[in-house]
């Protein structure tokens, strides 16, 4: 079946740490591919988003993610958090430009100040 | 403004009293989708609809239904809740399914006793 593996469940960061938070996904074909963001409290919000054309992709707030076709992942990275980045990060995959979505378990991002 | 609404944000009742919940979006989509999310499970979607009249199962169907008889409203109905649906659920809205970013709506808190 097709599935979304987030890695890190719980990440814990000082601000100006580097972030990599990791997304694998199990489907060959043409892929969709996009990060989400939610912050305490509220709804999911786009943070990039992967369709076609250069890999690396640059999405809001500094956030950046880069697909590699050949180990089916699409890592987020972001050179310096800050605190306000606390928040719940989700990975999402829409199969061969299907119209189901699948959601990764999501990843809990701490920043302390 | 653009956005989904949701209605209640916040709902407490018990095993086996007929509920919905409503969402409504103001954008045209034409995708409309419910998810739940649950610790450690991230989302799952529950139903989502490619048009008027037109739905569809989702990974977590069971014990759910779901109508679009209006292109902007698509309400989540639980005929006879269980404590095994206390969950946040999430409705969500794209004009062209998997091809276009979600907007999802600000969740509903539901405890089932």
């Known amino acids: 079946a097709q599935s979304v593996s987030q890695h890190n469940h719980h990440v814990i960061l000082s601000e100006a740490a580097s972030l990599e938070l990791g997304c694998n996904y199990s489907?060959?074909?043409?892929?969709?591919l996009f990060w989400y963001v939610q912050y305490p409290g509220q709804h999911l919000q786009l943070l990039l988003k992967y369709f076609s054309g250069d890999p690396l992709v640059k999405g809001i707030k500094g956030f950046e993610a880069e697909f590699i076709k050949s180990k089916f992942s699409f890592n987020l990275r972001k050179p310096s958090v800050q605190w306000s980045d606390t928040a719940e990060y989700f990975c999402a995959v829409i199969p061969n430009r299907d119209d189901k979505i699948i959601f990764g378990k999501g990843t809990r991002l701490h920043i302390l100040p | 403004e653009a956005q989904v609404t949701q209605n209640p944000r916040y709902l407490i009742t018990v095993t086996g009293k007929k509920l919905t919940v409503t969402c409504s979006q103001n954008m045209n989509h034409e995708y409309m989708s419910w998810y739940r999310q649950d610790p450690g499970l991230g989302l799952r979607q529950i139903y989502y609809s490619m048009n008027v009249e037109v739905t569809d199962k989702g990974d977590v169907p069971e014990g759910y239904k779901v109508s679009r008889k209006e292109k902007r409203n698509f309400p989540l109905i639980l005929e006879s809740p269980s404590p095994n649906q206390t969950s946040l659920y999430f409705c969500a809205s794209s004009s062209r399914g998997g091809l276009s970013t979600q907007y999802f709506g600000p969740g509903t808190r539901l405890l089932v006793l």
């Open positions: 489907y060959g074909g043409t892929v969709n």
